[in-house]
């Protein structure tokens, strides 16, 4: 594979991700291919964001005749495209309004605003403190970061927002030590997506709910990454039976374009006036015309059938690459949104996950970490099942490697 040509390490960016990156030109399906020509089988899907492939003619005419339309208005109006996607947003679960804005992190520091201004208005000024859990991700903003307890993404930015705590995922009995009627909201996902990999026990998800009604806290779910199907249902949370006040949405939204939603419940919608939290480019023509796109198509009957059925084979792959790979542990994650644990079995401490990822990549697959030691598998909707299989049979060529 010829390498030289389609990796850089001499970028414009600040602190960009990898000291080398690769340069990619184009894709197709569930493919991407790099400036020197290689192609690679994507099992990431862009972190979770590319829900229906790459290369898309249909997608491509649905933004080129919006845009041809209007590209932009100011919030102080609004355009087909964002009513018929707020309609649909708002008609999925139990929500009475939703705000659309740009990334993941904007729709949770939405989230956050309305949840503190919901528990200042309905319960009093001094109910503020926000409870999120050790290892999840919320984002880089100030305030999402304040609810991603990790030191190496917290550290150089003390002091943060005050009043967060965090304590350990699925711990019932730490949860219910803290919770209590000062809070003003939980942060939550329920698939750590990049903290490990960690779903959310059915006990856990019981307590949790009853404790955010018993003291009328604002429960979020962060359904950023596993959101519109990435596990096999609409939204994870309200598959587990969580009621959240608060569901925010983004990765997949508008198919690889930003957008972002934060869905409110009536009690909470009813709270904001007029002015109070806005966004100049968020929920603008062309990234809801694609949304409204992408949501009809991930609403298929069919379309879903066929993802269901190819979420049982993804697993029945990944249990076989189990009992063959002695460096594999414990299989992670739901749906099309799964963890290989992967074992140090020869002592290569920091380098394990690194070196891993770039032989993958040397392989023509590309895949993600998910916490320390966590394979992070996330392919498109419209990947084939011999796809699936083909990209399986080259992780078990990396893992046999380092095993
Ligand atoms: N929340 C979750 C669960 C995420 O996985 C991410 C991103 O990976 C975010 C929030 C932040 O989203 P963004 O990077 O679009 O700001």
Known sequence: MEK???????????????????????????????????????????????????????????????????????????TEPALELGKKLVASGPFAAV?????????NEAAL???????????????HKILCFENAFHG?????????????????????????LSVPYNDVAA????????????????VQGEGGMTCMTQEFAGELGALCRKHDIILIADEIQTGLYRTGSLYASLEIGLEPDILT????????????????????????????HGTTFGGGPVTTALGLFVWDKLNEPAFLAELKEKINYLDELLQKLQLDCACVGR??????????????????????????????????????RSGKNILRIAPSFIISRQELSFGVELLHKVLKEIE
Request: hydrophobic share 40%; net charge neutral; charged share 20%.
């Open 331 to 368: 299989l992670k994650g739901k749906g099309f949104l799964r963890g290989i644990e992967i074992l140090d079995t020869k002592g290569k401490g920091e380098k394990l996950m690194p070196d891993l990822l770039e032989e993958a990549q040397a392989q023509g697959i590309l895949v993600l």
């Open 113 to 127: 605003k309305f949840a503190r201004l919901y528990a200042k208005r309905a319960k009093g000024e001094e109910h």
């Open 4 to 78: 030289t040509e389609a990796t850089v390490d001499n970028t414009p960016f600040a602190g960009h991700v990898a000291p080398e990156l690769l340069v990619l030109d184009k894709g197709e399906g569930a493919w991407l291919y790099d400036k020197a020509g290689n192609k690679y089988l994507d099992f990431g899907s862009g972190i979770a964001v590319n829900a229906l492939g790459y290369g898309r003619e249909d997608m491509a005419q649905v933004v080129y005749n919006q845009m041809k339309k209007l590209i932009h208005i100011p919030p102080l109006w609004t």
């Open 249 to 276: 949405l983004a990765k997949p939204l508008a198919g690889g374009l930003p957008l972002s939603a934060t869905l409110l419940a009536e009690k909470v919608n009813k709270l904001i006036h007029v002015g109070e």
């Open 99 to 107: 705000h659309l804005g740009n990334s993941g992190s904007e729709a």
């Open 175 to 190: 949860l219910k030590a803290v919770l209590n009627a000062e809070f003003a909201a939980v942060i939550v996902e329920v």
């Open 140 to 164: 880089r903003t100030m305030g999402a970061l304040s609810c991603t307890p990790t030191p190496k993404y917290q550290d150089p930015y003390q002091p943060l927002v005050p009043g967060v």
